[in-house]
């Protein structure tokens, strides 16, 4: 079809739409609000995963983890685009005291200063408060003071092995994240509490929001050499990586199914939309409209209907998704017991370009389908029965 | 310029079977005007059907223009007929979503013609029908009569050789009728067409050249009203 011949169908299809407003109007409407609904959920399932993501590395591990990190290292020379901040912790194994009891523990020694500022274990503590700078007082966890038989307020011994002198150490507070691996042995102390420069440190390292955790790593082995211990939340929790991965997966699928369904509703409605103006392509078609222009002009009518439908949607599903967004939805009342979502069970959705681009796309290549059985029924049936019937 | 050579026609519904036409052959030449006359259910819109390829015999050939219209694919046809027929329907047919310049303008659009010169066939022909003031109205805003003048001028606007119409009086007072078959008869003889037009319409009946009287889809008279 020549250019000139593509402008007056595509001229037909928009008066066509235009001046069966109602029609176009209910059909458009059904489209845009699926468009705008699966935008707003999909990101709604976006949102669930950052905060997962948001709950599990801010409470303690941050979005990337350095493992033996010279002494020499300044967390400072780790920071780069998209790092928001650099927590040195340097960890040394030993044992906690209280009377005959012993408990085989990893004393993480950091700045109390930071750990408040990027990491979220401290909105865990359960019973007193952080250690402060300079004290010589621990914050241990829930079930690591139940064995020991301690509370905020009590005294402990910590020494590296049995023949090592004792440190007398202060319960400052207890803690309870619901996450296994910290709820066990793992206790917090403030720097130069414990004498002895451990042979290397760890870097909690926590990134702004949709900073990519591996071009980081990447960026760290260049400044530091391939060898640097540098691992992702990804590396260290593939449970997490997997369960976003099948949130995604799930929503694709609903996705899909959503609009199988949509399409089938508007499909149907448009085949009855179409059946009721069937006597109009019988007349064009008697005029001598070709069947490649027929197809051509019913297409470019669906196509054009769900092109400004999807729109509209797409700028719906926009401002409702950035309306949300400014103050997130509780779900804390489904997700206090999961270990996801540790620290807050506020979900805020967040748009990405898959969640802009696919629902309107599936919404256009749907329509587009749905478009088929009508121009197939038209081209095939005989002009003079269409003309009778309609 | 038209032939159509024992045309037959049956429509099959379930077991009941209806011959629609029985061996019906005419011939229409250039500048004449053939009336199809007869009763509801002769036949005399199936055979207009079959003459302008919107339905297919089972039985005969049809020639127009020298085409055997029926042996041509699906594209072809409809290139000949945008080209070469015009349709008069009895309700007129008009396209809902198009105003009556854009009904008229729709088959000159469909063949090319560029739009300065669209314009002036439009406007030349609302006038001749008498509907300039209405060039923008859509159909639900028009009278029957007025349907009808608009059906009528966008089927000869691109200047067809074989105007094909379809009992285009029947919804029609006497005076409106009268009127439309006199500017029919005008412009089919200035543009040097052929006019085939089924109808029981007496004032159609007298202005045509020849008649053909169809019952029961059988030709049963034929008269000549002048000499070809």
């Not at chain 1, 389908?369 to 029924?377: D, F, K, R």
Request: proline share 4%.
């Amino acid at each position: 079809m020549r250019l000139d011949a593509i402008t007056f169908w595509v001229r037909i299809a928009g008066l066509f739409l235009l001046r069966s407003r109602r029609t176009t109007t209910v059909l458009s409407l059904m489209v845009l609000l699926s468009v705008a609904t699966l935008i707003f959920l999909s990101s709604m399932a976006v949102g669930i995963n950052d905060a997962m993501v948001r709950n599990s590395v801010s409470l303690y591990s941050g979005h990337v983890s350095g493992f033996d990190l010279a002494v020499a290292l300044e967390p400072a020379s780790l920071e780069r685009k998209g790092v928001a901040a650099v927590v040195r912790r340097l960890e040394s194994q030993g044992l906690l005291q209280r009377d005959n009891r012993f408990e085989r523990i990893t004393l993480v020694t950091s700045d109390p200063a930071e750990e408040i500022r990027s990491a979220a274990l401290w909105r865990k503590i359960v019973a007193g408060r952080h250690p402060q700078a300079g004290k010589a007082e621990i914050l241990l966890s829930r079930y690591l003071a139940q064995r020991l038989q301690v509370r905020p307020g009590d005294q402990l011994h910590f020494r590296q092995n049995l023949d090592s002198p004792p440190v007398t150490l202060l319960v400052s507070g207890l803690y309870h994240t619901g996450v296994e691996k910290l709820d066990r042995n793992l206790v917090f102390c403030p720097l130069q509490v414990i004498a002895g420069v451990p042979a290397g440190w760890s870097a909690a390292i926590f990134l702004h929001d949709g900073a990519n955790p591996e071009d980081i790593v990447v960026q760290y082995r260049k400044l530091l050499g391939e060898s640097a211990n540098f691992k992702t939340w990804h590396e260290l929790m593939p449970d997490l990586r997997q369960l976003i991965d099948l949130n995604y997966v799930s929503m694709s699928i609903v996705i899909f199914i959503v609009f199988g369904l949509v399409a089938l509703g508007v499909s149907s409605a448009f085949v009855i939309f179409m059946l009721k103006n069937l006597r109009e392509y019988g007349i064009v078609k008697a005029m001598g409209v070709t069947p490649l222009e027929i197809s051509f002009l019913i297409a470019t009518e669906v196509g054009m209907m769900n092109f400004a439908a999807s729109c509209g949607g797409v700028a719906l599903g926009v401002v409702v998704t950035s309306l949300v967004s400014n103050t997130g939805i509780d779900l804390t009342a489904f997700t206090s017991h999961n270990r996801y979502f540790a620290v807050s069970g506020i979900v805020i959705p967040r748009l990405t370009v898959y969640s802009l681009w696919a629902p309107p796309m599936i919404a256009f290549c749907f329509g587009l389908a749905a478009s088929i059985w009508p121009a197939v029924l038209v081209v095939r049936s005989r002009t003079a029965d269409i003309l009778r019937g309609g | 310029m038209v032939r159509a050579l024992g045309v037959g026609k049956i429509y099959r519904s379930g077991r009941r079977q209806v011959e629609a036409l029985c061996n019906v052959s005419c011939a229409v030449e250039r500048g004449t005007t053939l009336a199809v006359v007869g009763k509801s259910g002769s036949g005399k819109t199936t055979l207009l059907n079959c003459i302008g390829g919107l339905e297919r015999p089972d039985r005969g050939t049809v020639t127009c223009l020298g085409m055997d219209i029926h042996a041509l694919s699906r594209r072809s046809l409809s290139l000949f007929q945008r080209q070469h027929l015009g349709f008069v329907f009895q309700f007129g047919n008009l396209l809902s979503y198009l105003t009556v310049y854009e009904n008229i303008g729709f088959p000159l659009a469909l063949n090319g013609v560029p739009k300065k010169e669209r314009d002036g066939r439009v406007l030349g022909l609302l006038e001749r029908v008498g509907l300039r003031d209405s060039q923008q109205a859509l159909p639900r805003e028009l009278s029957g009569g007025e349907v009808q003048r608009v059906s009528f001028a966008r089927a000869v606007a691109h200047g067809p050789q074989v105007l094909l119409a379809d009992e285009p009086t029947a919804s029609l007072d006497s005076d409106t009728a009268r009127d439309l078959v006199q500017l029919m008869l005008d412009v089919v003889q200035e543009q040097a067409s052929s006019l085939i037009v089924s109808t029981h319409d007496p004032v159609v009946i007298d202005l045509a050249d020849n008649i053909m009287h169809l019952r029961d889809g059988k030709v049963v008279d034929e008269e000549r009203y002048s000499t070809l």
